[in-house]
């Protein structure tokens, strides 16, 4: 209790002055060390070098701050669903932490007007922004604590800006729901890798063609292969559930496959049948 009226106290001559202002209408609360939350929003494109010869950036506190929030969103999804089970959780946990959301959230409490970056024309897809708010998160960690850095998980994200009963509802993962779909009918499924390049801060990208009986069913663009297939196989699965026409378009493919293959295994078998020599032989 003494040591955080003390902190209070140093903290007093700073309030009113930037950049304690900018980060206290981000955190709702003012921060301690101020150096932490300064590296937490300083990209790898604008790093500094210290005089001991090391260069800093955000990216140590993003790798403490990606545990921190995995732990306290865990923490919050386990309370907040008391009888739901592991899968569920697990699955609630990975639509709340991935990076899409994140850098949502980053937006919409503005770190992207703070953060220091020499990188031209950014873009939310780079993710550049998720990341940031993780390494904010890290300095929270490091500057107050756990409790903290909870209480801004929950209040300033959650509760402000992320309806969570609406992320319940939500399917993240769209392959595995496209590949059930195509293990239960028995039709194959492809993700094809058609083509990446680097965009103009020269970041990797990777589009992604979902393939349904050589059809082109979905197809996505993302800053990962990963993220392009997600968006290939929404796509996709989403024209299966709407399209009458399209849906009813593969199932006549695959009944002309299974029509085919079974033609073919006929005559492979009359063949062999007709090709067996004949046994002249006769009984002594």
Do not use: C
Request: net charge neutral; proline share 2%.
């Amino acid at each position: 209790m003494l040591k955080k009226i003390y902190r209070g106290i140093r903290l007093l001559p700073k309030r009113g002055k930037e950049p304690y202002v900018s980060f206290s209408k981000i955190l709702g609360f003012y921060p301690y060390n101020i150096t932490l939350y300064d590296q937490a929003l300083l990209h790898k494109s604008s790093s500094i070098k210290l005089k001991d010869g090391r260069w800093i950036n955000n990216e140590r506190l993003e790798f403490l701050g990606d545990a921190i929030l995995d732990a306290i969103v865990a923490d919050i999804v386990f309370k907040e669903f008391e009888y739901k089970k592991e899968g569920f959780l697990t699955n609630m946990r990975s639509k709340i932490v991935q990076r899409e959301t994140l850098n949502k959230l980053a937006l919409e409490i503005g770190i992207d007007k703070l953060i220091k970056t020499s990188t031209r024309n950014m873009t939310p897809n780079t993710h550049m922004y998720g990341n940031a708010l993780e390494a904010l998160i890290g300095a929270i960690y490091l500057d107050q604590g756990y409790r903290a850095a909870k209480r801004f998980v929950l209040e300033r994200l959650i509760r402000e800006h992320l309806n969570i009963e609406t992320v319940a509802e939500q399917e993240a993962n769209y392959k595995s729901r496209l590949i059930e779909w195509s293990q239960k009918q028995k039709i194959s499924v492809s993700f094809d890798l058609v083509d990446s390049f680097v965009d103009d801060n020269n970041t990797p990208i990777f589009k992604t063609a979902v393939i349904i009986l050589g059809e082109q069913a979905g197809i996505g663009t993302g800053y990962s292969k990963k993220e392009s297939q997600q968006k290939a196989a929404k796509e996709a699965f989403n024209k299966l559930q709407r399209n009458t026409n399209f849906r009813n378009h593969i199932f006549e493919l695959h009944e002309e496959q299974q029509k085919l293959q079974s033609e073919t295994y006929l005559t492979s078998e009359e063949e062999e049948s007709s090709s067996e020599p004949e046994n002249d032989s006769k009984e002594l």
